[in-house]
């Protein structure tokens, strides 16, 4: 079992910045992808940015240049910076992990993180 621990979200003025942390804890798993999905209230759940194993990211369209995820290994931890932040980003941030396990047969999964707000005021 994979659990997922968000933090970071917040406050944030127009063109101010934020950086979102999500660290996994457990044992047993080997780490395939993290990264974040977000949603905002009349809007459909879409994915901003994930990082895979090889370090390969992939960010929505309108993130990108403003974005970075990248993460610790070591950890087992996600970051994403977020800079020049804008009203439209505001929505509640939800991290995800995709993992398999270690023993045979390598099941594969998704956990996902609580979900933190972030608020970007004009």
């Known amino acids: 079992q994979v659990q997922l621990v968000e933090s970071g979200g917040g406050l944030v003025q127009a063109g101010g910045s934020l950086r979102l942390s999500c660290a996994a804890s457990?044992?047993?798993?080997?780490?395939?992808?993290m990264g974040w999905f977000r949603q905002a209230p009349g809007k459909q759940r879409e994915l901003v940015a994930g990082?895979?194993?090889?370090?390969?990211?992939n960010y929505v369209d309108s993130a990108k240049g403003r974005f970075t995820i990248s993460r610790d290994n070591a950890k087992n931890t996600v970051y994403l910076q977020m800079n020049s932040l804008k009203p439209e980003d505001t929505a509640v941030y939800y991290c995800?992990?995709?993992?398999?396990?270690?023993?045979?047969?390598?099941?594969?999964?998704?956990?996902w993180g609580p979900g933190t707000q972030v608020t970007v005021s004009p």
């Open positions: 457990g044992s047993g798993f080997r780490i395939n992808a």
């Open positions: 995800y992990l995709d993992s398999s396990q270690l023993t045979w047969p390598t099941r594969s999964a998704r956990s």
């Open positions: 990082i895979g194993t090889g370090g390969s990211t």
